[in-house]
């Protein structure tokens, strides 16, 4: 049968196929030829050429990252209410132009709640809306949660895995790439002396590595892959983005070590859109936090304008201004300079971060463990060794309790090795442990946990007592081998909720 049928459908589809047979097809079928053979071909060569107006098409135009989602700051910060610690200087950035957007790690759903009776999971729905409501007092409406847990821990090894790590790190990297941010600020990844919460450093180490691989085509690369359907429901379509710079603030009660590190503002600067102190747009934003709060809030509520500024400025926090150490700049600019210096519009190419060589280690060593050897790693791995952190190292620890101290024993040799380990404590403070001699296979490293225990403080407690100094001196074959070091401040409360 001639397909003269087939061919008048096909020309609904193609209008360039002609609706009745071609003089020369209908000699041919009187010829006899076989005509069906080559008709396929002959529909490819109508269809497929380059229309003749090709060129004077209109192209598609493929869409755009959503702009309305590219931000100049992204604060990743641990609690709802942790803004607060930069919500004067955001409401500086947000007067001269500059877009913000902040990820929090947990919805904050543990500690007491100080306005209602709800507690858990239904105090984090609450204080979710509150940090929503923070932020848009300041014009911030792009506010995510990471989706970790709240972890009442010094330990950022600790919150990390109460976070889910690896999620949490794919839903920030995620939204680096959507918000495209020029800057990240968030809290300084370091064990110290003060709040030092795990879930603040957590949420400065998370930062950290969103910094080093949203730019990163092969990290998560179902997120950057292309939509293979027009509802797609996997691939994310994403772009990889290298932020410029990360700044870091920290949560140490001494300031010394980040002196000079990175620009300070002032808080007490009249905002030009607001007409008020930046101090008081974050004072503002900052009583959203009911749930934490309610009492200073009230107390708030019936004090004068003068009142409160002269409690608020008085406080140091407020009166100190604040302060920003830079991490990492991969566009220049100097180290106490603004932190918009030297970045400028459009994106810049991936950098993986340069990392520094683990030292040679003697033949047998011994080194403290847990997020101490982390936090070591860390800086090497992520090019920040110039990152300040104290030595030897220090925290705070809860009066009458026991500390443990993580150590690394090291045997790189071909035989066992004996290590004898012989522990210097302060006065009053005691060893829970019996033995201190133990044996590491050849080619092996093992952890030893010292536990010790800590004296209560007297009556009155001394308010901010002097960090005193434990030692670890380790022996091997008769030789000493190491010599650890670390300094610890008793506190009567230094568990953070
Ligand atoms: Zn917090």
Request: hydrophobic share 40%; aromatic share 8%.
């Amino acid at each position: 049968m001639y397909p003269s049928f087939e061919l008048s459908r096909l020309s609904q589809f193609c209008p360039s196929v002609p609706k009745t047979p071609p003089q020369h097809l209908s000699s041919k079928r009187r010829r006899g030829a076989n005509c069906l053979s080559w008709l396929p071909i002959l529909v490819f060569l109508i269809c497929s050429p380059i229309p003749k107006d090709a060129f004077a098409q209109t192209p598609v135009r493929i869409l755009q990252a959503d702009e309305r989602y590219k931000v100049d700051i992204l604060l990743v910060v641990a609690h709802p209410d942790d803004e607060g610690a930069a919500t004067p200087y955001l409401a500086r950035a947000i007067d001269e132009g500059k877009r913000v957007a902040v990820a929090y790690g947990t919805r904050g759903s543990s500690g007491a709640n100080e306005a209602g009776p709800e507690q858990a999971t239904a105090l984090g729905d609450i204080r979710e809306i509150e940090a929503r409501r923070a932020n848009a007092v300041l014009g911030i409406d792009k506010v995510w949660f990471l989706g970790g847990k709240d972890t009442a821990s010094q330990d950022v090894l600790q919150s990390l895995a109460n976070w889910d790590h690896g999620m949490a790190l794919e839903n920030l990297v995620r939204i680096v790439r959507l918000t495209r941010p020029e800057v990240i600020l968030t809290f300084l990844p370091g064990t110290f002396i003060g709040e030092d919460h795990g879930d603040h450093q957590a949420s400065g180490v998370l930062a950290t590595e969103a910094f080093d691989l949203a730019g990163d085509p092969t990290a998560f690369p179902e997120q950057v892959a292309a939509p293979l359907r027009r509802l797609e429901p996997y691939l994310e379509s994403l772009r990889p983005w290298q932020t410029k710079k990360i700044y870091y603030f920290p949560d140490a009660d001494k300031e010394e070590i980040f002196r000079d590190k990175g620009p300070k503002y002032s808080v007490k600067e009249i905002s030009k859109s607001a007409k008020q102190a930046y101090w008081r747009i974050a004072l503002e934003s900052f009583r959203r936090h009911e749930t934490q709060a309610k009492g200073f809030i009230d107390t708030l509520a019936n004090m004068d304008e003068a009142q409160i500024e002269k409690m608020v400025t008085s406080d140091s926090f407020w009166s100190s201004g604040i302060s920003f150490v830079l991490g990492k700049s991969l566009v220049g600019g100097s180290v106490t300079g603004d932190v918009f210096e030297g970045i400028t519009p459009g994106p810049i190419p991936f950098a993986r971060p340069e990392a520094t060589p683990t030292p040679a280690l003697p033949e047998v060593s011994i080194e403290l463990a847990g997020p101490w050897s982390y936090y070591s790693d860390f800086r090497r791995a992520h090019g920040l060794m110039q990152l300040p952190h104290p030595e030897p190292p220090e925290i705070a620890q809860q009066a009458g309790g026991t500390f443990v101290i993580p150590l690394w024993l090291r045997n790189p040799t071909a035989e066992s090795r004996e290590f004898t380990l012989s522990v210097n404590l302060p006065a009053g403070w005691t060893l829970q442990m019996s033995s201190l001699k133990f044996l590491v296979g050849a080619k092996q490293m093992g952890t030893v946990r010292l536990e010790v225990n800590l004296p209560a403080l007297g009556d009155p407690a001394p308010k901010n007592p002097e960090p005193q100094e434990i030692s670890v001196r380790a022996e091997s074959n008769g030789q000493t081998i190491g010599n650890v070091k670390i300094r610890v401040a008793l506190r009567k409360k230094a568990l953070p909720e």
